[in-house]
């Protein structure tokens, strides 16, 4: 039996797509390989933030058929250069504003059918090849596997960021020992000693929030120790950042996205020593961050323990991966028990004279400049 072709539309999101995408976008999710930043809660809640009557969202559909196989949204942006000129920039599930875009998105692709997923992403992209428009398309944080399923015709491509990302083999462990063996024996030494350590004045506890309110106070309680670490520092905190703090609340109250957003805190007694917040989908966790109380003795790692206690709980509910997302860290290296992986954001630009004299300005700039800048790297994850 022959497959119906695909057809590929575009067209600018109002409100009144919404109820209609949302069953299109659930549907699809369960049918694709998609991550926690792709799937509809996430996405949802980053529409929610755009004022959508004014044309800024384009969403890409393939469909096969009646049914839908391929969806992609993208925030359009026209970015002032020098002279009074200006192109157009589309930014795949992103706003192109820093303060909406600081909640980081990664593994962000296209959502598409898993048995089809080159044939639709060379859809998706001679699509937007078409419109005139559109000047340039920012993509990522995504992966190079993902990457190489893209074919601009006519569109010249670079790297914007590369970053590491590790994670944790989980498939086939079946308790906190199994995953320690897995590790090197200094990390497996250090995690065993804090626990000991801990449990001898009294023993930890490990609480999941359960409801709304018990999430909303924690989730102030992250805000205050994130700030305290990151306010004075070159990076900042996301939670002094009203885009970024709304975004979360929005996302750990609301009931079809509860139980994607997992929020541990480990107690000794009544004190919490630290805090973990974590994106789920499917049999992947993900740990967006962490917030953690200053301990004085330093033969303590609390990041260590809270991670592997909450790994044991990802084991027991049958999870594979453990995913610590982008950004070098040596904590993250350390827990992690397979190869780094790598996560970019890319640019492709069209082959048109403005934006190939915006490339030769970058690459001077880079020059000039790059020495000095060299030292600051961008915050992904912590």
Same mark, same amino acid.
């Given at each position: 039996?022959?497959?119906?072709?695909?057809?590929?539309? @575009?067209?600018?999101?109002?409100?009144?797509?919404?109820?209609?995408?949302?069953?299109?976008?659930?549907?699809?999710?369960?049918?694709?390989? @998609?991550?926690?930043?792709?799937? &509809?809660? &996430?996405?949802?809640?980053?529409?929610?933030?755009?004022?959508?009557?004014?044309?800024?969202? /384009?969403?890409?559909?393939?469909?096969?058929?009646?049914?839908?196989?391929?969806?992609?949204?993208?925030?359009?942006?026209? =970015?002032?250069?020098?002279?009074?000129?200006?192109?157009?920039? !589309?930014?795949?599930?992103?706003?192109?504003?820093? =303060?909406?875009?600081?909640?980081?998105?990664? *593994?962000?692709?296209?959502?598409?059918?898993?048995?089809?997923?080159?044939?639709?992403?060379?859809?998706?992209?001679?699509?937007?090849?078409? #419109?005139?428009?559109?000047?340039? %398309?920012?993509?990522?944080?995504?992966? +190079?596997?993902? %990457?190489?399923?893209?074919?601009?015709?006519?569109?010249? %491509?670079?790297?914007?960021? @590369?970053? +590491?990302?590790?994670?944790?083999?989980?498939?086939?462990?079946?308790?906190?020992?199994?995953? /320690?063996?897995?590790?090197? =024996?200094?990390?497996?030494? *250090?995690?065993?000693? @804090?626990? =000991?350590?801990?449990?001898?004045?009294?023993?930890?506890?490990?609480?999941?929030?359960?409801?709304?309110?018990?999430?909303?106070?924690?989730?102030?309680?992250?805000?205050?120790?994130?700030?305290?670490?990151?306010?004075?520092?070159?990076?900042?905190?996301?939670?002094?950042?009203?885009?970024?703090?709304?975004?979360?609340?929005?996302?750990?109250?609301?009931?079809?996205?509860?139980?994607?957003?997992?929020?541990?805190? /480990?107690?000794?007694?009544?004190?919490?020593?630290?805090?973990?917040?974590?994106?789920?989908?499917?049999?992947? &966790?993900?740990?967006?961050?962490?917030?953690?109380?200053?301990?004085?003795?330093?033969?303590?790692?609390?990041?260590?323990? %809270?991670?592997?206690?909450?790994?044991?709980?990802?084991?027991?509910?049958?999870?594979?991966?453990?995913?610590?997302?982008?950004?070098?860290?040596? !904590?993250?290296?350390?827990?992690?028990?397979?190869? +780094?992986?790598?996560?970019?954001? !890319?640019?492709?630009?069209?082959?048109? +004279?403005?934006? /190939?004299?915006?490339?030769?300005?970058?690459?001077?700039?880079? #020059?000039?400049?790059?020495?000095?800048?060299?030292?600051?790297?961008?915050?992904?994850?912590?």
């Amino acid at each position: 039996m022959l497959s119906l072709p695909f057809k590929t539309s @575009s067209y600018h999101l109002d409100e009144s797509h919404m109820q209609q995408l949302a069953q299109k976008w659930v549907t699809l999710q369960g049918k694709a390989n @998609s991550s926690a930043f792709i799937a &509809w809660f &996430w996405i949802e809640r980053w529409l929610a933030q755009k004022n959508l009557s004014t044309h800024n969202c /384009l969403c890409v559909e393939v469909k096969q058929g009646q049914d839908t196989v391929g969806l992609a949204l993208f925030g359009i942006k026209t =970015k002032k250069v020098f002279w009074g000129l200006s192109f157009n920039q !589309y930014f795949l599930h992103k706003s192109g504003n820093i =303060k909406e875009d600081q909640t980081w998105i990664e *593994h962000n692709t296209f959502l598409l059918h898993k048995d089809y997923e080159q044939q639709l992403a060379a859809e998706i992209c001679q699509q937007l090849a078409k #419109i005139e428009q559109l000047d340039d %398309i920012k993509i990522g944080l995504s992966s +190079p596997d993902f %990457i190489n399923k893209l074919n601009f015709v006519d569109f010249k %491509i670079r790297t914007e960021l @590369s970053s +590491p990302a590790y994670l944790a083999n989980l498939a086939g462990l079946t308790s906190l020992d199994d995953y /320690l063996a897995t590790l090197s =024996k200094n990390t497996r030494s *250090h995690i065993k000693r @804090s626990i =000991k350590i801990l449990n001898e004045k009294s023993p930890l506890r490990l609480v999941l929030a359960t409801d709304a309110t018990e999430k909303n106070t924690l989730l102030k309680n992250i805000a205050d120790l994130h700030r305290i670490k990151w306010r004075s520092t070159v990076y900042g905190s996301g939670f002094d950042n009203p885009c970024f703090y709304n975004f979360h609340q929005g996302l750990i109250q609301d009931e079809n996205s509860a139980q994607n957003c997992r929020l541990y805190t /480990l107690y000794q007694d009544d004190i919490a020593l630290g805090h973990l917040y974590l994106l789920t989908q499917g049999d992947r &966790w993900s740990f967006y961050l962490s917030a953690l109380n200053f301990n004085e003795d330093n033969r303590i790692k609390v990041g260590l323990v %809270i991670h592997s206690l909450v790994i044991e709980q990802a084991i027991k509910q049958g999870v594979t991966v453990y995913d610590f997302l982008a950004g070098e860290a040596q !904590y993250k290296n350390s827990l992690s028990n397979a190869p +780094p992986y790598e996560q970019h954001i !890319y640019c492709f630009y069209r082959n048109k +004279p403005l934006l /190939l004299l915006r490339e030769r300005l970058r690459k001077c700039k880079r #020059i000039i400049f790059g020495g000095l800048f060299s030292s600051l790297r961008m915050k992904l994850n912590d």
